[in-house]
């Protein structure tokens, strides 16, 4: 479903080029679960950024099911993160003035795929029911950051990035979100590909890559 | 010491990295400190203008002697209070004529002249005897001179043909005076051993009571500390200062968002310091002086600027003056040292007011952040309830002032109150619109664009505010402006009832002209008319005669009229009394008013009242005929015609050839009509020069504010890029939102300036003029501002909305990256 060839990613630091990616491959089956794990500024949240079209590549290519996404315009690929990648952040990055239900169904209204149904289902499923009517700064970090996985996953998504979705949060609060990301990504059959820095959270998906000098290791 | 420099530096570090909130915070100061200080230059220099005509040999700040019922008195009654000790010195005071144009002439006795009248222009022991010894001197002011057109030394001829001593420069003279001996003044006024009023010096001993010398022929006018000018003028200066200070607090709005964010993005800085060992009040300290350090830099550079507008505002400012009060204030700026230090002073202390809920938070800051307690929201409901309470009771005051209010200040406090009342309120109102478009938005982005809107509120409302505030003065004012135009346009074509006016150089040269035209067969009638001046309860009082001619009794228009005013004009024991001048006395058709004449004193019944709109003197119309004959001295120079229109320019051809006429001694209705329309304009100048700053400023506060939020709103746009909404989309939807937001404000403005006006037209002008005048509403002008200020809005968004459209990716993927 995910396939990347040769990708590569230079940033330019104080005049000097650095080169991030080094010629990255990666494949990513439909309904598979992938840890991505790499030290402190080894180009993981950069791959995912390059997945997810927020950033455009210098080279290599990456195909999601039959779309070259390196490829892409500025707007395709604003279409593409709209239609079929779900973003789940470390910062959350929900809309402080909407409520936690707008937050919920805002990305599947827009991309015209609201099914209220599921939306209903992820609320229960995430244990967001009694939370709906309240703002993202009256919930706690678990609580939003379950918001931003159900934002994420309302759409349906073919692929779910996640970048540090743990990061903010408490041990025992990490597994209770990624588990409940777990068993929405098994129900949906979406892609899921996460980065973070903790092995143990990293065992319990299918699949861990080391990002280690700009390759996968 | 070097602590604190460390403290400083790391504290300058943010504006190095903020250039933009550092320009906006600097903008925001010198704009404040601009324009207030450039308002006060201009009304420090008026008043010292006033001042010098007051004091021109003892105005009204010197105590003085006068007859109570007639214009002189005779010169005999000083010699008798001098012999009784009294320090009295004479003045007589009359017009003349010279070219045409009319000058107030001065007799004084420069022996007797009490040292302590005012800070009058002295005469030096030197110049006492070619004063006083033939052929004398004439003192006038620079001004004067040039207006004259004559060099010193020159003996210019009065319209009774008799010459005036040869002129000489007295500087600190006031302009349009003529000063003379007053024996020369006697002459020259054909008023031999009279005076007008004796001016009172310090007595040495106690002289014998008035009443024992004078009887009840003299009576004693105490000084005030206020001349009629400075009175008339108050309006107009307090309403300068309105503007001045609206400027200044629409700057200090500028400032208070640019130091409220900048505190907010220091505050992660600060707490670092503190938990560095800094001390709570060494950091405090710092900021403060950090801040007065900036105030001062840019108070400095604000009070350049506020030199060059006051220098730019000041020839408007002195033709407004000129034109509603006959005020005549010199072209050139002088500042004093302490305009200078109070604009400094102004600077420091705004920039710590709109500091200092910044410094307070700073003062009371805990080393630890803590979770906020609730919402936006919640805050933001609360902020809201208290201001819209504030507004409520500053409209009670309002209301509390219409009603038991009598002065002009009140007028203005009422101004204000509704003023500040809407500002307060503003954001309420804005918050429930907004509301209403939340709840009946449909699509996600339209929620979204709503809810935003929302809380972007007490980010922009200071913004808001001073747009608000400034499209309602610019509404008022300019449709009080229009209005006023509109019905002085309307009156005066019932005022110009002849065709052609003619003003001849003296009285000979006049029965010349009407001994001509009689031969004219063009001419259907002629209208001789003349002015003289009188004292009534202490104010100069202006007299206009009229022929009896049916073309007034059709044309001139009243605004009161007993039964048969006209005919009741003829016989010369009534009188038609301007509408400020029967506020100023409080008189009302069927009263009684007494002019001291020459002659002793006039008794007309008042039984017309009609508008007199742009005159700074109250006046009385009478019959010419009567006004002659109480007013022997009367100039008899002013001619109207009645010709038919196809006639005009061979008339006027052939009066100028006849007797030498110029273009200012003859002219057509059609000529004197566009003059005064263009003299009214220009005393309009100022106006439009102070609206066009004030929406400036307010653009200005708008942009910044709007730029300063751009920053700060990058973690809430990055997610909706993120999730699909592309950059140009984002911006639009950013330009959509500002504009909307600046759309409802301006249609706020527009009931509220029309209040404003109302407040101008009904309460203000009459207290300030004595007039008032119908309220009209112009809709096209409406349209107009509403459309300048979306405009405004639009030039002050396209900034960062532009910036938002061509923003980097990688600038937004910040807001993601997780190692920031």
């Known amino acids: ?217 | 010491m070097r602590r604190a420099l460390w403290i400083l530096a790391v504290l300058l570090s943010h504006w190095r990295r903020h250039k933009m909130q550092f320009a906006t915070l600097l903008i925001g100061l010198i704009a404040a400190t601009a324009l207030w200080s450039g308002v006060q230059a201009i009304n420090q220099q008026a008043r010292s203008a006033y001042d010098r005509a007051a004091a021109t040999f003892g105005g009204v700040r010197t105590a003085m002697l006068v007859a109570p019922n007639a214009a002189t008195f005779p010169q005999e009654l000083f010699i008798k209070l001098r012999r009784a000790g009294w320090p009295v010195s004479p003045v007589l005071e009359g017009r003349v004529q010279i070219n045409g144009r009319s000058l107030r002439l001065l007799g004084i006795e420069p022996v007797t002249l009490p040292a302590d009248v005012g800070n009058a222009p002295r005469l030096g022991a030197a110049d006492l005897s070619s004063f006083v010894a033939p052929p004398g001197q004439t003192l006038v002011a620079r001004e004067t001179l040039a207006d004259l057109q004559e060099p010193e030394g020159a003996a210019p001829a009065i319209s009774n043909g008799a010459e005036l001593p040869p002129l000489r420069v007295q500087p600190q003279l006031a302009p349009d005076v003529l000063v003379v001996d007053i024996g020369v003044a006697q002459r020259l006024l054909s008023k031999p051993d009279q005076v007008s009023r004796l001016l009172i010096g310090q007595p040495r001993g106690k002289p014998m009571p008035l009443a024992s010398v004078v009887g009840e022929q003299l009576q004693r006018v105490e000084p005030n500390a206020e001349t009629e000018l400075e009175r008339l003028t108050d309006s107009f200066h307090l309403n300068l200062t309105a503007f001045g200070l609206l400027s200044f607090f629409v700057g200090l709005f500028i400032v208070n968002s640019a130091v409220g964010l900048a505190f907010e993005q220091r505050l992660p800085m600060l707490r670092t310091l503190r938990a560095c060992g800094a001390s709570a009040r060494l950091v405090n300290t710092v900021l403060v002086v950090e801040l007065v350090a900036l105030a001062l830099v840019a108070g400095l550079i604000g009070l350049v600027c506020g030199y060059f507008i006051a220098a730019a505002l000041l020839p408007d400012v002195a033709a407004s003056l000129r034109g509603l009060y006959g005020a005549r204030i010199p072209g050139q700026l002088t500042l004093r040292p302490e305009w200078w230090l109070a604009g400094i002073g102004i600077s420091v202390a705004g920039a710590l007011v709109a500091a200092a809920t910044s410094l307070i938070k700073a003062i009371r800051m805990p080393v630890l952040a803590t979770a906020q307690p609730g919402a936006w929201q919640q805050r933001q409901r609360r902020w809201l309830i208290l201001q819209s309470c504030a507004a409520c009771a500053v409209f009670a005051v309002a209301l509390l002032l219409l009603h038991y209010g009598q002065s002009l200040i009140a007028g203005f406090g009422v101004l204000a109150a509704l003023m500040l009342g809407a500002a307060l309120i503003l954001p309420a109102f804005l918050d429930i619109i907004l509301l209403v478009g939340q709840r009946v938005a449909r699509g996600p982005l339209a929620l979204w664009f709503w809810a935003d809107s929302r809380q972007q509120l007490s980010g922009l409302s200071l913004a808001l505010m001073a747009l608000l505030l400034a499209l309602a003065v610019n509404v008022g004012v300019s449709t009080m402006v229009d209005t006023f135009s509109r019905t002085f346009i309307g009156w005066l074509n019932g005022r110009l009832a002849a065709d052609v006016y003619i003003s001849a150089s003296d009285n000979a040269q006049g029965v010349a002209i009407r001994s001509w035209l009689k031969d004219r067969s063009e001419v259907q009638g002629i209208l001789s008319g003349g002015r003289a001046e009188a004292q009534i309860q202490g104010q100069s009082v202006e007299l206009l005669g009229l022929p009896d001619h049916a073309l007034y009794r059709e044309r001139w228009p009243l605004l009161e009229a007993a039964p048969r005013a006209w005919t009741r004009l003829v016989p010369g024991n009534a009188a038609f009394i301007s509408e400020q001048l029967s506020r100023r006395l409080n008189v009302r058709l069927g009263d009684v008013v007494e002019v001291p004449a020459p002659g002793g004193t006039w008794e007309l019944d008042i039984v017309g009242i009609y508008a007199d709109y742009g005159n700074p003197k109250g006046q009385l119309t009478v019959n010419v005929a009567a006004l002659i004959r109480q007013f022997p001295q009367t100039p008899q120079t002013r001619i109207g015609l009645i010709v038919a229109r196809e006639n005009i320019s061979g008339l006027i051809a052939a009066l100028q050839k006849q007797f030498g006429l110029d273009d200012r001694s003859v002219a057509d209705q059609a000529t004197v009509r566009a003059e005064s329309i263009r003299v009214f304009n220009r005393t309009f100048a100022v106006t439009s020069a102070l609206n066009a700053f004030t929406l400036g400023v307010a653009g200005i506060a708008l942009l910044t504010s709007l730029l300063t939020l751009a920053n700060s709103r990058l973690p809430q746009l990055a997610p909706l890029w993120a999730i699909g909404i592309t950059r140009p989309r984002l911006a639009a939807i950013e330009l959509t939102k500002t504009l909307s937001v600046a759309l409802f404000t301006a249609l706020l403005a527009v009931p509220l300036g029309l209040l404003v006006a109302w407040c101008l037209i009904a309460i203000v002008n009459v207290k300030a003029f004595g007039w008032r005048l119908p309220f009209h509403v112009f809709p096209l002008q409406l349209i107009e501002l509403v459309a300048v200020a979306l405009l405004a809005s639009l030039l002050a968004a396209l900034l960062p909305v532009a910036r938002l459209a061509r923003m980097q990716p990688a600038n937004l993927i910040k807001v993601f990256a997780n190692e920031r």
């Not at chain 1, 699949?207 to 390759?215: E, F, Q, V, Y």
Request: aromatic share 4%.
């Open chain 1, 1 to 217: 479903m995910l396939s990347i060839r040769n990708l590569s990613k230079t940033f330019s630091s104080a005049g000097e080029p650095v080169h991030v990616l080094r010629g990255v491959d990666l494949d990513l089956k439909a309904g598979e679960r992938v840890a991505l794990t790499g030290e402190s500024g080894s180009g993981k949240s950069t791959l995912l950024h390059l997945i997810a079209g927020l950033d455009a590549a210098d080279g290599g290519t990456i195909r999601l099911e039959e779309i070259e996404v390196t490829k892409l315009s500025d707007a395709g690929r604003a279409s593409l993160r709209r239609d079929r990648i779900g973003l789940v952040f470390q910062q959350f990055n929900l809309i402080p003035s909407l409520s936690v239900a707008d937050n919920l169904a805002f990305q599947a209204r827009i991309a015209g795929r609201h099914d209220a149904a599921w939306t209903k289902e992820l609320v229960e499923r995430l244990g967001l029911g009694s939370l709906l009517k309240r703002y993202p700064e009256q919930i706690s970090g678990g609580q939003q950051q379950r918001v931003a996985i159900g934002r994420a996953l309302a759409t349906k998504p073919s692929l779910l990035l996640a970048d540090e979705p743990t990061g903010n949060l408490d041990e025992a609060t990490a597994e209770d979100v990624l588990a409940l990301t777990r068993d929405l990504v098994a129900r949906t059959g979406c892609g899921f590909l996460m980065v973070t820095h903790s092995l143990h959270l990293a065992a319990t998906l299918d699949r861990h890559l080391t990002l280690h000098a700009g390759r996968i290791a």
